[in-house]
């Protein structure tokens, strides 16, 4: 209700995203970016967060069947590259972290739903002190090492690394469904449905 309402008066005062955006000048418009950024983060990171919770151990393994589902990821592979992935997409932004490289190191030992929540936990962690780097000095200059990318801009990692945690999110959805478990985001959700 306070977005809509915050929205609504900014609309009358004519104040568009992109005009207030506008009115930021220098650190503002930086700040902006950044807050944007790591809020979209902190989205990606309760839906996948809550949805690995969501699963039971003992589903942890679960592949689907019935279909062509040859070679997929079972569940807990399914968080896991998530994490993975927070690692590889976001390190080339903070390259001198500690942590930059921990994306592949030890996963073969994070086999448990607590060991991989904590993994996962952790990743989420990383990428958000990733995203805090990005300034308007770096945010568009293209970054060494990065996934998949000759020459990626922190700011692109930043976006890519919501969007793969948003792809395998999907999947994750699919496999709770599949084992008759409602995604907690479909619980919680407050938005009607269509008629």
């Not at 650190?27 to 969501?54: H, K, P």
């Not at 399914?78 to 921990?102: C, F, L, S, W």
């Not at 805090?132 to 690394?161: D, W």
């Amino acid at each position: 209700m306070k977005i809509v309402l915050v929205v609504s008066i900014a609309f009358l005062l004519g104040l568009t995203p992109r005009a207030m955006l506008a009115r930021q000048t220098g650190a503002g418009r930086e700040e902006a970016v950044v807050t944007q950024l790591d809020n979209q983060l902190s989205y990606v990171e309760r839906e996948v967060i809550a949805a690995a919770e969501a699963m039971p151990d003992s589903k942890y393994s679960f592949i689907p069947a019935g279909g062509d589902f040859k070679g997929v990821r079972n569940f807990a592979q399914q968080v896991k590259h998530i994490a993975i992935g927070n690692y590889h997409i976001y390190g080339p932004i903070i390259p001198h972290d500690p942590e930059a490289e921990t994306g592949d190191k030890g996963t073969a030992s994070v086999q448990t739903k607590q060991q991989i929540l904590k993994y996962l936990r952790d990743s989420f962690i990383f990428a958000h002190r990733a995203v805090a780097a990005i300034n308007s000095q770096n945010m568009l200059l293209p970054v060494k090492h990065a996934p998949n990318r000759a020459a990626a801009t922190p700011l692109e990692l930043a976006v890519f690394g919501c969007s793969h945690g948003s792809d395998i999110y999907g999947q994750m959805v699919e496999y709770l469904r599949m084992n008759a478990i409602v995604p907690p985001a479909s619980v919680n959700s407050h938005m009607p449905l269509p008629d």
